[in-house]
């Protein structure tokens, strides 16, 4: 079956980094998102990785090891308006996006 | 500005009657999807389509239909056959690249809870 693994929660002080881990299981790859979703909100893109390694993006850095069915998000210089969930969707043989549950990230001054 | 307006965003409805929630978009994607997210589960997809006049049941289309009349317009009713339909709904679109991952694009989300 297809399984996607991250944390529930994370609590991170603000200026600091924080690096939120995804494991996934999925038939077939093409690819995985990132997206932070505000409460209450519609998720919006913040990466997508299809080859191993990382991509930086401003504050925001994601890593890919497809061998390790593995994947994180980096926040670096964290704000309170990164306080947020953010999902982990791997894409499969279908190009369907499989989506977890979301990591809820708590920042504090 | 090109986007994805969903409507209304909160919805309430009494038991046993059927709602449709509208979705348009003016970017001119070919593929839309209708999501329902439930607090502490991931988005779940209910119907999906990529072309005008052709939609594909997703995980949970029970209790569920849609229809894709234009390229802009996804409408999702949902009948009294779903058994618990309060939720977040989370209509999307994407380009639809051959040979690869697309992008989602998400409305706003409409919010509905049945009575």
């Known amino acids: 079956g297809q399984n996607i693994d991250q944390p529930t929660e994370m609590t991170a002080t603000e200026g600091a980094i924080v690096q939120i881990n995804c494991t996934y299981q999925t038939s077939g790859f093409n690819g995985l998102f990132w997206y932070q979703q505000h409460a209450g909100e519609a998720p919006t893109f913040l990466s997508y990785?299809?080859l191993d390694g990382l991509e930086e993006k401003g504050r925001f850095s994601s890593f890919l090891s497809r061998s390790k069915g593995y994947s994180y998000l980096l926040l670096k210089e964290l704000q309170m308006k990164d306080s947020a969930s953010y999902l982990c969707a791997p894409c499969d043989s279908n190009y369907q996006l499989i989506w977890g549950a979301g990591t809820k990230l708590i920042i504090k001054p | 500005d090109g986007g994805i307006t969903q409507s209304p965003k909160y919805l309430f409805r009494k038991e046993g009657q059927n709602v449709t929630l509208s979705c348009e978009q003016n970017?001119?994607?070919?593929?839309m999807y209708w999501y329902r997210q439930d607090p502490g589960q991931g988005l779940r997809l209910i119907y999906y389509s990529q072309i005008v006049n052709d939609f594909q049941k997703g995980d949970i289309a029970e209790g569920y239909s849609v229809s894709r009349e234009k390229k802009e317009s996804f409408p999702l009713t949902v009948t009294s056959a779903q058994k618990n339909p309060t939720a977040f709904y989370l209509c999307?679109?994407?380009?639809?690249?051959?040979?690869?991952?697309?992008?989602?694009?998400f409305g706003p989300g409409t919010r509905l809870t049945v009575l």
């Open positions: 970017l001119n994607h070919d593929a």
């Open positions: 990785n299809v």
């Open positions: 999307a679109s994407s380009i639809v690249l051959a040979g690869g991952a697309d992008e989602q694009f």
